[in-house]
């Protein structure tokens, strides 16, 4: 590993001596660690063994995600009397295990204070053996997939803490987030990592868990650069990575230096150590990987710790031979290995003989185990069974929802008999309009690309195939189809995808109105067309699988939108 040098402070225009500036060196680690929610034990081990090797590699402090003894977010855990005392005792062995250098570990704490909230997000500074100091989260996230104030007791003040004779500012997350010389529209009054300069902070220290999306880590850099240089101290964060439920931590912990140059990040989407010197100053520049790239890794750790912190060891999915079953199943090998994936083809009278050559090239391309179990046999035999009761009724809709439903059946199946983890393969764009079927190709334990519009689907997979044809060109370039009925494409039911996801981008992320909308350019009967499905198709996203976030604004638990409601803006 190769250290990072830091200066506290940079030398003052007049040419004095900053009173925060330190000549003493310090070596701090940030340690981005993949914690589980509540598996205490873990995650206790984790931490020691982050920070022996830190202290192996010279380090005086080592600082550690938020909430990491019990993983986040730990939801209406927190409501667990026995679960908040458990993490305490954690966090007790940890400071008897902490030596000559120290540790700053997130755990929940109790409020002694009330009436109020019974627990706080906290920080504990730990050295030789004891909890020498503890600061609480001021500033408490009640927006998209946060739900902070409904547990946690904010901070009302923080003031900065002694260690080896620097003053350090810890905070946690948010507590950064709310600069107003950085942000337009602030959701607090509070700035409490400047209040904390002010204070006398040389050190400014950020322990989080920052979930990710795309455009998250340059917009993370931009605000702790100018916090940093605006504040005149070191701003050193560590952020969690790893992937808890449907949401996705980068890692990618930051140091700058008083200036708000980068002197050290570490890795995206995987564990890392990072050591900082606050001795000399080495600028380094952050590579800014494709956006098709990062979601591709984002996505991949989000379903490997999905499936093995749920305790699975494999997964399952159908493969139609189109593009989202091809992606999710390439996402899948890259999480998993391939020995891992097993995938079939559930073909029906109405499936081409493209799609079925498709889906068995990819299968080969990937080296995964691939069968075969045709569903035209039991679909004649539903359909007799509906004979009498359906007499007199063209097909239609119906017939096309028993097949994707006998899929469904079929693939359970198999996720029961062999314990495999099914994955539904439908995408964003899909999931907004309704175009899936309850109980058919919504049947699943994880949503992969739930938050994939199909033209980033297209992105990706052309990245996929970047030096190499893994994917089916076919499967990217025909026409999209269910193959439910004889010739049918996507587009006899939804405009074109760019269309739709420029539709679905202005409404739901942006929360544009329709007219705006129109306004845009685009055609007022695709926009009435598209709002309408997408507000028709509430219950049918409450009852899907959970989506791995990668967007701005995600379907689940960030969207709050009523089934029972009648509120409408055509």
């Not at 979930?211 to 070191?234: E, F, I, N, V």
């Not at 710790?305 to 091809?326: E, N, R």
């Not at 185990?369 to 007799?384: G, R, S």
């Not at 997408?534 to 638990?557: C, H, M, N, W």
């Amino acid at each position: 590993m190769q250290p990072c040098y830091l200066p506290l402070a940079p030398p003052d225009p007049a040419g004095k001596t900053p009173t925060a500036f330190v000549t003493s060196a310090m070596k701090i680690a940030l340690a981005q660690i993949n914690t589980t929610v509540g598996d205490l034990a873990g995650n206790e081990a984790r931490i020691l063994e982050a920070y022996r090797r830190a202290v192996a590699a010279g380090a005086n402090l080592v600082v550690f995600p938020e909430l990491s003894t019990t993983g986040y977010p730990p939801r209406d855990l927190l409501l667990r009397p026995r679960f908040v005392a458990e993490n305490l005792a954690s966090l007790d062995r940890l400071a008897a295990a902490a030596g000559e250098a120290g540790m700053v570990v997130g755990f929940v704490g109790r409020n002694e204070k009330r009436p109020g909230r019974e627990v706080t997000n906290s920080v504990a500074l730990l050295h030789q053996g004891r909890i020498t100091a503890t600061r609480t989260k001021t500033l408490l996230p009640t927006y998209d997939v946060f739900d902070e104030d409904r547990y946690f007791e904010p901070a009302t003040q923080n003031a900065p803490v002694e260690f080896n004779g620097v003053k350090l500012g810890l905070t946690i997350c948010e507590d950064v987030w709310n600069d107003e010389d950085f942000w337009d529209e602030r959701r607090y009054r509070r700035n409490p990592a400047a209040d904390l300069a002010s204070s006398g902070a040389a050190v400014l220290l950020n322990s989080s868990a920052s979930p990710w999306h795309l455009g998250k880590t340059r917009a993370r850099g931009d605000m702790l650069s100018q916090l940093a240089a605006k504040t005149r101290c070191p701003v050193l964060y560590c952020n969690l990575v790893g992937g808890n439920d449907e949401l996705v931590f980068d890692g990618a912990s930051m140091a700058f230096d008083a200036q708000g140059r980068l002197v050290a990040q570490g890795r995206r989407f995987d564990e890392d150590l990072l050591l900082v010197d606050l001795a000399h100053a080495r600028p380094v520049s952050a590579a800014e990987p494709a956006d098709e790239e990062q979601v591709f890794h984002a996505l991949a750790l989000g379903l490997r710790d999905y499936v093995h912190k749920c305790g699975f060891k494999s997964v399952v999915l159908g493969l139609s031979g189109g593009i989202d079953s091809a992606l999710t199943a390439v996402i899948a090998v890259a999480a998993l290995g391939r020995e891992n994936v097993r995938g079939l083809s559930l073909p029906s009278q109405f499936s081409s003989q493209g799609s079925l050559d498709d889906a068995r090239i990819l299968a080969q391309n990937l080296g995964i185990q691939y069968d075969v179990i045709a569903i035209q046999p039991p679909f004649l035999a539903v359909k007799e069974q509906m004979k009498a009761v359906f007499a007199g009724r063209p097909e239609d809709l119906a017939e096309e929802n028993i097949q994707a439903r006998l899929r469904g059946a079929v693939l359970m199946a198999m996720s029961n008999k062999f314990g495999s983890l099914l994955l539904t393969t439908g995408n964003k764009s899909e999931l907004a309009v309704g175009y899936c079927t309850l109980y058919g190709d919504m049947c699943g334990g994880l949503a992969v690309i739930a938050d994939v519009p199909k033209t980033m689907v297209y992105r990706i997979a052309r990245w996929v195939n970047r030096e190499r044809e893994i994917i089916p060109v076919a499967s990217i370039t025909k026409p999209p189809s269910a193959e439910l009925r004889p010739n049918q494409t996507d587009q006899d039911s939804l405009p074109a995808y760019e269309v739709l996801d420029a539709i679905l981008e202005a409404y739901v992320v942006q929360l544009k109105t329709p007219a705006e909308i129109v306004a845009s350019g685009i055609s007022e009967a695709d926009v009435r067309r598209v709002v309408r499905l997408i507000d028709f198709s509430e219950y049918k996203r409450r009852q899907a699988a959970p989506g791995l976030k990668v967007t701005t604004k995600a379907f689940g638990v960030g969207r709050r939108i009523p089934i029972a409601q009648r509120y409408r803006e055509l």
